[in-house]
């Protein structure tokens, strides 16, 4: 694991929200204040419920060929002791308080897999082009300001006939939920996420008909999107 400690100046020119963004629209500032705040209680409070999502996406990407796999948005590290050992994981997010605990989790696990833990926008990496096989955005897509920046960046990160993948909770289409959903919606700020988060602001009329699609526990709440980097 080396350069660990390595951390970037975050450009926060890039900040406006995307074409499509849902309501109350986040922007970087307000993403490191929230998760300054989520840090120390993200795990208690999101773990369990957001578990069952990121299992399956790890297990999807540890299923893929490849070795080089980027997890944008990797926040407190969750995922990090699930990967393959024959995976090597570059991991980014913008909140220095959640990458602390990524960067204690891997020491605590002894973890041997990770290559780099770096202070980054993942709308904007500074990566070279086609630097990994597969880039991973688990609970990310509906946090970041522009998602499509997002999913634009991650397909020029990733070698072609690479994939990328997201598990993301996705605006219910309708009933009790989706009205939740819309209400919720002002708070998004607070939150940190957007709970009226819809996949058509993200994926194209192509990608929705190339993309798997897998509902995650509990009911259905969070998808897993695989994607192919075509
Ligand atoms: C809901 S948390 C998910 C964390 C982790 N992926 C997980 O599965 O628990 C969202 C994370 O995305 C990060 N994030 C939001 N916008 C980002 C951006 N533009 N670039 C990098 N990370 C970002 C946040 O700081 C936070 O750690």
Redesign the pocket.
Known sequence: MDDMRNSKKIDYSNSKPARHAPHSALD?AS??SA?KRWAGV?DRV??GV?GPG?RRAVEAVNALPGKRVL??????G??LPHYAQSKCITG????PE?LAKARARVTEHGITNVDALLE????ETGFDSRSFDIAV????AS???NPDR?ISEMRRVVKPGGWLLMVNHFQAEKGARLLAERALAPASRKL??HPDFAMESILSEEDLRTATRTPIPPFGLFTLVQLPND
């Open positions: 970087n993403i490191i998760y993200y999101f773990g957001s990121r997890e944008v948005g990797v926040g407190t969750l995922a980014i997010d913008l909140s959640m980054l926008n993942a709308e955005a688990m609970f990310v946090v970041v300001p997002l940190g996420w």
